[in-house]
């Protein structure tokens, strides 16, 4: 490291922040969306779970939004602001 300080070698990258709030994303329907999957995952038996290797992949097929995903935290300071 001090060798490339030394010698210039150093490379730049330009840093950018995530937004604090964003409302184009209603967070409150995507937490709707999940509870009422996770219902329907609860309801299933066991023939009906076999289609499907775990929750997670239950999930995915299903298209339920990921609530710990980054790009939602903006749209959850909102909903959580105006609770």
């Known amino acids: 490291m001090l060798e490339e300080i030394g ?3 150093l490379s730049r ?3 950018t922040n995530q937004p604090m709030f964003r ?5 409150e ?3 709707a969306t999940r509870a009422a999957a996770l219902q329907r995952w609860s309801q299933l038996d066991a023939c009906q779970r ?3 290797r775990d ?7 299903n298209s339920v939004p990921d609530l710990k995903d980054q790009s939602l935290i903006p749209a959850k ?3 959580l ?3």
């Open 7 to 9: 010698e210039d070698k």
């Open 13 to 15: 990258t330009l840093a």
């Open 23 to 27: 409302t184009d994303i209603d967070y």
């Open 29 to 31: 329907a995507a937490v």
């Open 50 to 52: 076999r289609e499907y």
């Open 55 to 61: 929750q997670a992949d239950f999930e995915a097929k």
């Open 77 to 79: 300071n909102v909903h």
């Open 81 to 83: 602001l105006l609770k």
